[in-house]
T-cell receptor, first 111, second 113 residues
Framework: TQLLEQSPQFLSIQEGENLTVYCNSSSVFSSLQWYRQEPGEGPVLLVT?????EVKKLKRLTFQFGDARKDSSLHITAAQPGDTGLYLCAAEMDSSYKLIFGSGTRLLVRP | DSGVTQTPKHLITATGQRVTLRCSPRSGDLSVYWYQQSLDQGLQFLIQ???????AKGNILERFSAQQFPDLHSELNLSSLELGDSALYFC????????????FGPGTRLTVL
């Protein structure tokens, strides 16, 4: 059983469309991170959210942390082919220094 | 470029063999983490070292071991290799305080034949 559930698993959209991916758990997080990984490369940290209800923007990407700190979403506006990749959420749940990763959302943006 | 380096980039070996993967963290980072990524299991945490000492352990097999040296580089040793050990192995580093933001290396692709 995944502690962090990500949905959808796969998403294929046309350039210019908007999309939202979700990261959910029954546990409370002290913080949550979003990473993007391209094939054959390591994950790259996009953002860290800490406070319940927090919203952070990174250009066309908007990250939201749920009020109860159990879930998060990533919204991409006007997706571009360069956004293609595997989006991973990760959380440190019990101050154990271990990051638990979700299974990821694989995004393909078609030109 | 995250500042984390890993060698080798690719490794092909046979079942039963032993290999060593190497990682150099970002300058100033005291923590090193090792992860295994396979198609069916996703990114799995193996082990963490902080300033030379083991700090946290994940789903690491007994055939696997790691250490962090005084210069803070780390090695992951995989022995008695099996076909199922074929995967990408990532090293990450962090300052290891506060939010535990980790910076990943480019990975080592291990193929066991």
């Amino acid at each position: 059983t995944q502690l962090l559930e990500q949905s959808p698993q796969f998403l294929s959209i046309q350039e210019g469309e908007n999309l939202t991916v979700y990261c959910n758990s029954s546990s409370v997080f002290s913080s949550l991170q979003w990473y993007r990984q391209e094939p054959g490369e390591g994950p790259v940290l996009l953002v860290t959210v800490v406070t319940g209800g927090e919203v952070k923007k990174l250009k066309r990407l908007t990250f939201q942390f749920g009020d109860a700190r159990k879930d998060s979403s990533l919204h991409i506006t006007a997706a571009q082919p360069g956004d293609t990749g595997l989006y991973l959420c990760a959380a440190e749940m019990d101050s154990s220094y271990k990051l638990i990763f979700g299974s990821g959302t694989r995004l393909l943006v078609r030109p | 470029d995250s500042g984390v380096t890993q060698t080798p980039k690719h490794l092909i070996t046979a079942t039963g063999q032993r290999v060593t993967l190497r990682c150099s963290p970002r300058s100033g980072d005291l923590s090193v983490y090792w992860y295994q990524q396979s198609l069916d299991q996703g990114l799995q945490f193996l082990i963490q070292y902080y300033n030379g000492e083991e700090r946290a352990k994940g789903n690491i097999l007994e055939r696997f071991s790691a250490q962090q040296f005084p210069d803070l580089h780390s090695e992951l040793n995989l022995s008695s290799l099996e076909l199922g050990d074929s995967a990408l192995y990532f090293c990450a580093s962090s300052v290891s305080s506060g939010r535990n933001e980790q910076f990943f290396g480019p990975g080592t692709r291990l193929t066991v034949l």
